[in-house]
C-alpha cells in the first residue's frame, strides 16, 4: 500500500489515507491556486463528505467515485475554495454546509449554515465545527476524532506549516492567532495531523513550538 504523505501537486495524482473507520483523499485542484480538496468517505457506509469543492468540479467528482455524497463544506467565503461548488453540488445533490457568518458572501446557497461546536454527520463519521474569527469572520476548521488513533484536522485557510492564514489587520491577526492556541493548540495533542487549504500536512506537534514567534511578527 502506497504510504500516505499529504504532499499533492496541480493535476497530479490524489494521495489517499486509510484509517479503521474512514477514507481521506486529497486532491490539488485549480492550476497555480493549488487548492487542496478532500474528500472524505465513512468506510461503513459508503457515505462521503467533500471539504472545499475549490476547483475543477469534473476532477472532484472523479474523486468521489460512486459516493454518495451527503455534503460539501466550504471552510470560509473566499471563491477558490468554493469555485466547483454549485457544479459539484448539483451533481450529486449532497447538503452545502458553510459557517452562518460566510455563508452570504458563498454565490450557491448554504442549506446548512453550522456555528462552533456543531457536527457534520456522514455514515457513521463525525466532524466537529471549530469557528476560527480572523482568516475570514466565518471561517472554521473541522475535527475528527479518530476513536483508533490521533485526531485528524482541517483547517482551511487559518493554519499552514508555519503559520496562520493571511489577515487584513492587526486586529483580525490577533483574533485568529488567539482562536488557533486556544481552540486548536491548547486542546488538542501534538499528534493531530493538520490538513490545510494548501500546499502540504503538517501536525500541531510540527507548528507547537513557533506559536510565540508567530505571534511576535504579527502575521
Partial sequence: MRTYTGHVTP??????????????????????????????????????????????????????GDGPVVRIVTTHRHAD??????????????????????????????????TDGDV??????????????????????LLYDDPTGPPHLWTGDSLFPGGVGKTGSPADFTS?????????????PDETWVYPGHGDDTTLGAERPHLGEWRRRGW
Fill in 81 to 114: 475554495h468554493w469555485r466547483a461548488l454549485a457544479e459539484v453540488s448539483a451533481a450529486t445533490g449532497a447538503i452545502t454546509v458553510a459557517h452562518v457568518d460566510d455563508a452570504p458572501a458563498i454565490s450557491v446557497p448554504t442549506q446548512e449554515p453550522v
Fill in 176 to 188: 485568529l492567532i488567539n482562536d488557533v492556541e486556544t481552540k486548536l493548540f491548547d486542546r488538542l
Fill in 11 to 64: 493535476g497530479g495524482t490524489p494521495d489517499v489515507r486509510e484509517l479503521a473507520h474512514l477514507v481521506i483523499t486529497k486532491v490539488s485542484v485549480g492550476g497555480s491556486w493549488d487548492n487542496n480538496a478532500y474528500v472524505l468517505r465513512c468506510r461503513d457506509t459508503g457515505h462521503e463528505v467533500v471539504i472545499d469543492a475549490a476547483a475543477e468540479p469534473a476532477r472532484v467528482l472523479a474523486t468521489c
Fill in 120 to 141: 457534520v454527520s456522514f455514515g457513521r463519521c463525525e466532524l466537529e465545527v471549530i469557528h476560527l474569527v480572523g482568516h475570514t469572520p466565518g471561517s472554521i476548521a
